[in-house]
């Protein structure tokens, strides 16, 4: 995208060339994972699962994946058009799409979690991308900009650098995942199914509030990174990194403190009974924080892309897998499902300091830089933690397991409220006004 940028601003023919190639080479990819999902899924069921054939567990799991396969074709669509889209600033149609792709999601997943139980999450995730894939399209059919199918040949060792230091952080992330579904597999039944719906609330979060605000800014970082402004660059990271924070910080709580009313509504219907609402609500709990990290790293992943930076990506993305994967193992040897179902929260906690370190390392940042934003971070987390236990005092007489949907949005508005007047009272909105002000 970066290059998509650079000739999108005065040659809209060799833009065009190199997108036709870029997105050539993105489609050859994704169809051959396509066919390998479909070929090849037995045995990579039978991977996941430790290769045990009899494993009642192995015919659910590639029935899922030959599902799931289709979403890798839409996947690449929405995605690459809709950086295509940031890179022309058309920001509002990309926002646009990925509420109406998490809304679609979400939707389907309250309507056919009670009917279909599990196979509920492979529909939502399709139908959500095919929305997005569809709306982008259509965008996209309305810019000068024209796709003509055609040989990659002429995108520069640049871009094959870059293409495969994320094909590697991707590879390991995924090999990661499959070593998750495998330890929380012998934790015993149901485990999977409720983490995953507890992940899929968590990303819808992160694709409203993150994927939206990462998508805003990243004009603003390829724009200050042409013109190796690295002081202007910095400063315009740690803001968004602050409202990202602010924003997703009230929502994450609340959704925290509100977990058991909110899978509730959303989920128990039908099959989905109130042992596994219990469930999914202890997942969302220990996945809802993990939104904060992978916003930061979105942000920050956007960032080193548009400087280019393979090395650096790759790191960052191995770190996650790494430290994931570690804690997993941990959690399989202490025997502790506590452990296990935070895995994803340490991983990308740890990403996020990996992606801090290497940012300020490319744009050789000194570490004084960081210390005003730092101490801002600090007050951001004892804000949070303030109102969270001061909410619990105030809240202890009402029962919240037992809220409908208006009384859930009523308790929102009141907590979004209190947050903050809470996070003005520290000193946290001040600073960030002043910096949206300075914005040109």
């Not at 409720?194 to 990243?218: D, E, P």
């Not at 997703?248 to 989905?272: H, K």
């Not at 042992?275 to 969302?284: I, P, R, Y």
Request: charged share 10%; glycine share 8%; hydrophobic share 55%.
């Amino acid at each position: 995208m970066p290059g998509v940028h650079q000739y999108g601003q005065s040659e809209p023919q060799k833009a065009s060339a190199y997108f036709s190639q870029g997105m050539s080479l993105v489609l050859l990819v994704a169809a051959v994972g396509l066919v390998a999902a479909w070929v090849f899924g037995s045995r990579l069921s039978a991977l996941m699962l430790g290769g045990s054939p009899s494993s009642a567990m192995e015919g659910l799991v590639m029935r899922q994946l030959h599902w799931l396969a289709p979403g890798i074709l839409l996947l690449a669509i929405s995605e690459t058009l809709g950086a295509l889209l940031t890179s022309f600033h058309k920001v509002i149609f990309q926002m646009v799409s990925r509420v109406l792709a998490a809304s679609t999601s979400l939707m389907c997943i309250g309507i056919f979690s009670g009917w279909i139980g599990i196979n509920a999450l492979s529909i939502s995730f399709l139908f959500g991308q095919l929305v997005m894939a569809l709306v982008l399209i259509v965008v996209f059919f309305r810019m000068q900009i024209v796709f003509k199918p055609s040989w990659p040949i002429d995108l520069g060792r640049s871009y094959f650098y870059l293409s495969f230091t994320l094909l590697i952080s991707a590879l390991a992330t995924q090999l990661y995942l499959l070593y998750e579904k495998a330890v929380f597999a012998d934790f015993g039944t149901g485990i999977i199914s409720s983490f995953q719906y507890g992940v899929s609330l968590t990303n819808v979060v992160i694709a409203i509030l993150a994927g939206s605000l990462a998508s805003v800014f990243w004009p603003r970082f390829m724009a200050y990174v042409q013109q190796d402004d690295f002081s202007s660059l910095y400063k315009e990271v740690a803001l968004a990194i602050k409202i990202s924070l602010i924003a997703l910080g009230g929502v994450c709580s609340f959704a925290y403190l509100c977990a058991s009313p909110i899978v509730s509504i959303i989920f128990v219907r039908g099959a989905f009974n109130q042992d596994a609402a219990l469930k999914t609500a202890e997942m969302l709990q220990a996945t809802i924080f993990t939104a904060l990290p992978i916003a930061i790293i979105t942000l920050l992943g956007r960032v080193l892309i548009s400087l280019r930076s393979s090395k650096a990506i790759m790191f960052v993305g191995l770190s996650i897998a790494i430290s994931g994967a570690i804690t997993l193992k941990l959690a399989y040897q202490i025997e502790s499902i506590n452990l296990a179902i935070h895995h994803w929260l340490v991983a990308n906690i740890i990403g996020c300091i990996v992606s801090a370190l290497v940012f300020g390392r490319v744009i050789k940042l000194h570490f004084s830089n960081y210390l005003s934003d730092v101490w801002w971070v600090g007050r951001f987390i004892i804000t949070l933690i303030l109102v969270m236990v001061l909410w619990g005092v105030l809240g202890t007489s009402i029962s919240i397991e037992s809220l409908g949907l208006i009384s859930l949005f009523l308790m929102a508005a009141a907590y979004g409220f209190l947050y903050l007047f809470i996070a003005w009272a520290a000193r946290l909105l001040p600073p960030l006004k002043t910096s949206i002000l300075k914005i040109k």
